[in-house]
């Protein structure tokens, strides 16, 4: 059985934007995610209610190079009450396997992703 991860409420706060806007970056922001040495960029989203914590999720994105693919991680990032930290977990997404480039990318990721991050996908062709 695979190790629970955490994110603590501190990086959860930092890494988050307001609206569930898109961040993108070339490794995850959160401590206990380790972006794997293959991946060519990483994104993630979530929301953080003003008062009651407990509505609290996001979502973070790895997309990287494996054999002859792409391969995109999903992780589900849950407040957690007893902890008061975010717990994390792993999802299998229908879109884990994908082609490779920018084309194969999951479309709401693609519409939102920075000028510069998609050159340098590009640029791998």
Do not use: C, Q
């Not at 996001?58 to 589900?76: C, E, L, M, Q």
């Not at 977990?89 to 396997?97: A, C, P, T």
């Not at 990721?109 to 062709?125: A, M, N, V």
Request: a neutral charge; charged letters at 30%; glycine letters at 4%.
């Amino acid at each position: 059985m695979a190790k629970r991860k955490f994110v603590s409420l501190e990086e959860y706060k930092k890494a988050m934007k307001p609206d569930v806007e898109l961040s993108f970056d070339k490794k995850l922001p959160f401590l206990s995610l380790n972006s794997p040495s293959k991946t060519i960029f990483t994104a993630w989203h979530g929301n953080l209610p003003v008062v009651l914590l407990v509505g609290a999720h996001g979502t973070a994105y790895t997309v990287r190079a494996d054999i002859n693919h792409w391969n995109v991680d999903v992780y589900s990032i849950l407040y957690d009450n007893e902890s008061e930290n975010f717990t994390v977990k792993y999802s299998f997404e229908e879109y884990h396997k994908i082609g490779e480039g920018f084309d194969y990318i999951p479309e709401f990721l693609k519409k939102e992703i920075p000028e510069k991050t998609k050159k340098e996908i590009e640029s791998k062709k």
